[in-house]
């Protein structure tokens, strides 16, 4: 199945913002915005849902504690309890406070490493991925909106020009 | 969409921008070639490199007897110049996270950089412990990995494995927080790059970023999660390396004040490296529309802060030994004995370089002289290097027992190694400025309309 979308570039990031919110106003389904930098309130205008990331992350920082704290429990009071500058090693509980530190620095390790690998994973980045923004215009100063064809083509082009868009252009997409 | 800025807050963008002149401004180091003094520069730090693989070879085919240890003072240069690096290490972190945090826009234009500064300083860093360890080929044996002996684990009550693992954890997270902000700035290289190798590379290098709107939101969240994991961790680090000394029974080491003095220090010391860098890069990258005098005016406050913080840290070490009326306090650091002793040298050195010289600071012409700051900038870094070498050696010179007094003589392979990883942190730092984004263009675009000379000119003039 392949089905058209308009792609309509801006060259300036608060006329795109009011695209975006005029666009979706004429109910117009806008598939995806590319733009050079983070522009303050697209996701808003968007109505992306917010991203859970930071919440991946606290969970990936629990993980890590646990791992922590399994990992020094059994290394140093299980496995192998030495007295150690006459502090022995029996029990957890009292040897605790020596453990902090690690089970900090993990749950920090744990929680940054693996959210940023969950993200790259969300966001399809990665080590030889291919870049796929249409325009390479859209890493410098140019903003890109793509979006569906729905009903006439020739309307569309013209609302989208009266927007703001410097340029459109109509774009066969496979999917 | 409402840019405003107050007219009294400074432009931290000068000139009449536009998005595509920030674009070209950054690219252009990279896509044009390197001048004399480029070559000059790294021509030079690349022969104290190789001068420091040899001293560096020399050692471990030898042994650590060729420095100049002895009995008594058995940590002196090597972990003097660990901690001095570590320390340095701390700024762009804090740049970076810190002040993401207090959502300070000045830290746009530097970020990038410190953060190079900041990860290149750690390898220096990195090389002493493993160096110090003689056999750098059972350096795995601080990891927590199942072995032949038993399994012998490691000691988790040593402050020494707590480095380890706070060393790595911090290094490996200050790479990832930088390469995720660089991805956007290789991006934008790889769509305007014409040379067929250049464009390749940086394909690579970007991980195929495109903008999108749902990655910007995402990308926005991570960097402030990040920023959030990262200053309660750059805090962790320089604690735990103070932990190192803190924890033991060395007169003059034993110290509770290390680690919030150490932290301060190490902020103090990293600064006034990221102004040595900065104020020469911004010259020789043309990137004076992006480094301000805003800029460099801002981190002469952060080092004023923290130089007045560990300076009222050696007055109270100062004070307390002194007032303890025990002798053996007599010969720390920080006292009569040690001002008036075989070290008084090492000791006025600390007290002018981090003391005396930066309260010139409070003088806004001089704060706000690049000349001047960058002068300052090289003081405080020889002053935090004599900071670390007087803990560590006037401390241990003199023991519980008189017998056992003596001094310390660095020989050619200490010096060779020090200035050997001088020469590899330029080398890495000077690569550095030639392939990669010096500033985060993406962020910078975004405050353009609001910090920006030209635009808020026009705003403030309507």
Known sequence: ?175 | MSHYEAPIREPLILGDKSYHDISNDIAAPIEGKANKWWWTVFIIALIAFLWGIGAITYTIGTGIGVWGLNNKINWAWDITNFVWWIGIGHAGTLISAVLLLFRQKWRMGINRSAEAMTIFAVFQAGLFPIIHMGRVWNGYWTMPIPNQFGSLWTNFNSPLLWDVFAISTYLSVSVVFWYTGLLPDFAMIRDRATKPFQKKIYKLLSFGWTGRAKDWQRFEEVSLVLAGLATPLVLSVHTIVSFDFATSVIPGWHSTVYPPYFVAGAVFSGFAMVQTLLIIMRKVSNLEAYITRVHIENMNKVILVTGGIVMVAYMSEFFVGWYSGSSYEDFTYLSVGAATGPYWWAFWALIFCNGIFPQLLWIKKLRTSYTFSFIAALIINTGMWFERFDIIVINLSRGHLPSTWTQFEPTFVDIGIFMGTIGFFFVLFLLYARTFPAVAQAEVKSILKSSGDGFKRARDNK
């Open chain 1, 1 to 175: 199945m392949s089905n058209k979308v308009i792609h309509a570039l801006y060259d300036d990031d608060d006329v795109l913002l009011k695209a975006v919110k005029d666009v979706r106003e004429a109910n117009h389904p806008i598939e995806e915005v590319y733009t050079p930098f983070p522009v303050h309130g697209l996701e808003k205008a968007m109505g992306l849902k917010d991203t859970r990331i930071a919440i991946t992350s606290f969970i990936y920082g629990l993980m890590g504690l646990g791992f922590a704290v399994w990992m020094m429990n059994y290394m140093m009071i299980q496995d192998w309890p030495q007295n150690i500058g006459g502090k022995p090693s029996f029990s957890f509980a009292e040897n605790m406070p020596a453990f902090v530190p690690i089970m900090f620095e993990l749950t920090v390790f744990f929680a940054a490493h693996l959210m940023v690998i969950t993200f790259y994973m969300r966001s399809k980045i990665g080590p030889f991925v291919k870049a796929s923004n249409p325009d390479p215009r859209t890493t410098d100063d140019k903003f890109l909106m793509e979006v569906t064809v729905k009903g006439d083509e020739k309307e569309l082009v013209d609302f989208l020009s009266q927007t703001g868009a410097i340029e459109t252009k109509i774009v066969e997409k496979e999917s």
